[in-house]
């Protein structure tokens, strides 16, 4: 994905296979932002958009760019794509496409949902004070507060369990799960899931306060059967964003890369 103008870069979402015409697709959610002071956060999010690749096509010269790219209907500073729940798990028909209303920090959450597979179908948005599903994105509600830039939704015990980094203080060290009974919310019984231990001054093993941990999701295409564990993965980063040999993720480059966890839930008692 080629950036948009000086300055401006997409950060990628989640995505999802989707069939037509016999031929398969992937379609990818991405995320505009653009550059507008020095200070290494000096950034905003500008739109959101669907790229979509021929999955016939990966293996050739110019397979790894995308067919098209299209706009979805965006306000700046909620981006989409946080998380996808396909329609083959939602169990209602709908693809759920989950955003985060960004702030430093109290991120909150928003859905947006599309009838069967393709991104490029038409969009509706969750406002349950207003009835529920909207036809424009302005009329988006936020639905859970709390939430993480990215995170994962999946099926749970005749539910589903939402799984993110807690976003009530600025990187945070835990992830978290709520469950609810529709792909929709409400969300709630928060749980702690796991304490990430990179970062912080007092965190393991580097005792850097400019190590930070992000962005933990389950995995989807790893889901447990028959009462097996969920496997999670973060994201581990510096704030020592310097090209110099004293920088941190040149010093010790085992910072960058992501960790992954397995993880069992057992329900106290069944949803209803």
Partial sequence: MKPAAANHWYWLGDGLLHKEGGKSYLQVIFQEYYKFGPGGWDFRHKANFVATFSLDDLGTPHGHEPLYIDPVPSTPGVGWGSALLPSSLSGDGYTYIYGVDDAPTNKKMRIARVKGTDLLGKWEYLNSGAGGWMKSEKQAANVYTGIANEYSV???????????????????????????????????????????????PYGLPYLNPKVISYNAHVHRTMLPSGGGPHTLSYNVNSMDNRIHPDADLYRDASIYKPRFVSFKMTPGRPLR
């Fill in 154 to 200: 999946t099926p749970w015990n005749g539910g589903f369990v939402a799984v993110s980094q807690t976003s009530t203080e600025a990187f945070s060290g835990w992830i978290k799960a709520s469950v609810s009974c529709s792909p929709h919310g409400p969300f709630q019984l928060d749980t702690d899931v796991y304490r990430m231990p990179e970062p912080g």
